[in-house]
């Protein structure tokens, strides 16, 4: 894909990925991002979604090298025959979560979410919500610390630290997993079809408040959230062949 291509940097303000950015700037002829072909991200995951971010309005191929510490969404750092590895990477499209929030004021605003979208509590009291699956209230009550609806992109986050299940990509599922949920308490989520639309109703607003989070955005005292994936908008991640995401999400299921 890079030969005959325009190839665009962005780095994380951290020295390693300062560092890195110099090094390949005297290796390899650049574009600036918003004219690229495809953009080199140089970070963590963190950075690598703040870069699919800026690519919304014109989607272009982004393929990461890890200079943070999980790297989960990127591939290993190599100076050395970048453009080959462009040429053979593996593109993997992603759908966004679109969250709709409704304030308690009566404003309505919105957000985007790659990873995931998330309910918290704002407070120390409980959450107390109920969900809507498709039109159809599945759950009229649960008391917890919050609720997610996660990707397969972001299912090895936040969601597999709240004890949700892993989402191979390509499935076509959401996952739907509690935070320290109080009521019911055996309740563990829920995998439901990436076309499901979720509408969350928080009880009692005022004694109970709850934020909503969509990655970088942040929206209090919400009573009503819905959420669904955007299939209006396509994002591509790029993978070297041999550490491609389906096999990290394989991978990341046996752990010891």
């Known amino acids: 894909m890079a030969h005959g291509q325009k190839v665009g940097f962005r780095a994380a303000e951290t020295l390693e990925a300062q560092a890195a950015l ?15 072909d495809v953009i080199v991200a140089l970070g963590g995951d963190g950075f690598m979604l703040e870069t699919l971010h800026t690519t919304i309005d014109r989607p ?6 890890n200079l943070g510490t999980v790297g989960f969404l990127l591939n290993e750092y190599r100076v050395d025959g970048l453009l080959e590895r462009l040429d053979r ?3 993997v499209p992603l759908h966004p979560l ?6 308690s004021m009566g404003t309505v605003e919105t957000g985007l979410g790659i990873n995931e979208v998330s309910l918290f509590r704002q407070t120390r ?20 610390d919050g609720i997610l609806v996660a990707t397969p992109a972001g299912s090895t986050a936040y969601n597999l630290s709240a004890h949700g299940p892993i989402l191979p990509a390509g499935a076509n599922l959401l996952a739907l997993t509690p935070i320290s949920a109080f009521r019911p308490r055996r309740w563990r989520g829920a995998l439901l079809p990436s076309k499901t639309r979720f509408r969350f109703k928080v009880s009692d607003p005022v004694k109970r408040p709850v934020s909503a989070v969509s990655d970088y955005t942040e929206i209090r005292d919400v009573v009503e959230v819905e959420v669904w994936e955007d299939r209006d908008i396509t994002l591509t991640l790029m993978f070297d062949p041999e550490h491609n995401f389906e ?9 010891p």
Request: aromatic letters at 6%.
């Open 125 to 144: 009291q409980a959450a107390n919500l109920s969900i809507e699956i498709d039109g159809v209230t599945r759950l009229p009550e649960l008391v917890c």
């Open 60 to 65: 272009v191929p982004i393929y990461g090298m």
């Open 89 to 91: 990477a593996v593109q």
């Open 247 to 255: 096999e990290r999400i394989l991978k990341e299921q046996f752990v």
């Open 22 to 36: 110099a090094q390949l700037r005297l290796r390899y002829d650049q574009a600036p991002p918003a004219e690229a």
């Open 98 to 103: 679109r969250m709709r929030v409704v304030r």
